[in-house]
C-alpha cells in the first residue's frame, strides 16, 4: 500500500514539475515573439555561464542597448505579479551571467540593460515589459 502511495506522489510531483517547466518555455516563447514585435534583434536565449551559475532567458539588441531579459511566467496574478520573484539573490546571478556574456562577446558593459517581462497564462495571455528594471551594479550581500 505505501509503495502505491509513494508512486502516485511521485508521478504527481514529477507531472507538477514539466507543466511548470511546459508554462516557463510557453512564457519563454511568447516573451521572445512579443519583445520582435517591439523591435528587439533577439540574439540569444537561455544563455548559460560555463560554470552552470547563471542562465539569462532572452538576450536582444533594443537599439544601441543591449538588453538582458529575465522572463517570469504564472497561471494567474493570484499572488501578485510573476516579476515578485525576482529577488536580490536572482538579480546578481543575472548580472553575473551577463558580464559573462557581454565580456566573450566583446560588449562594452555600458550598453547592458535589464529588463522583466512578466507573462500571465490567462486564456488570453498578458504580457508586460519593464525596460530597465534593476541596475547593472551588483546587488549588496546580505550578511
Known amino acids: 500500500m505505501y509503495k502505491l502511495l509513494d508512486n502516485l506522489r511521485h508521478w504527481v510531483r514529477r507531472r507538477r514539475w514539466n507543466h511548470d517547466r511546459a508554462s516557463g518555455r510557453r512564457g519563454e516563447d511568447l516573451a521572445h515573439r512579443f519583445l520582435r514585435r517591439q523591435g528587439y534583434v533577439i540574439v540569444a536565449r537561455n544563455y548559460r555561464t560555463r560554470s552552470g551559475s547563471g542562465e539569462i532567458d532572452l538576450i536582444g539588441w533594443d537599439g544601441e542597448a543591449l538588453a538582458f531579459v529575465e522572463v517570469k511566467t504564472r497561471a494567474s496574478e493570484e499572488f501578485g505579479p510573476p516579476d515578485r520573484a525576482v529577488d ?3 538579480r546578481a546571478r543575472v548580472i553575473l551571467a ?37 541596475s547593472r551594479d551588483l546587488p549588496p550581500r546580505a550578511g
Open 98 to 134: 551577463s558580464r559573462d556574456y557581454a565580456r566573450r562577446a566583446g560588449i562594452d558593459w555600458r550598453k547592458a540593460r535589464f529588463d522583466l517581462v512578466n507573462v500571465v497564462l490567462d486564456a488570453q495571455p498578458r504580457i508586460t515589459l519593464n525596460k530597465d528594471a534593476f
Open 88 to 90: 536580490q539573490q536572482k
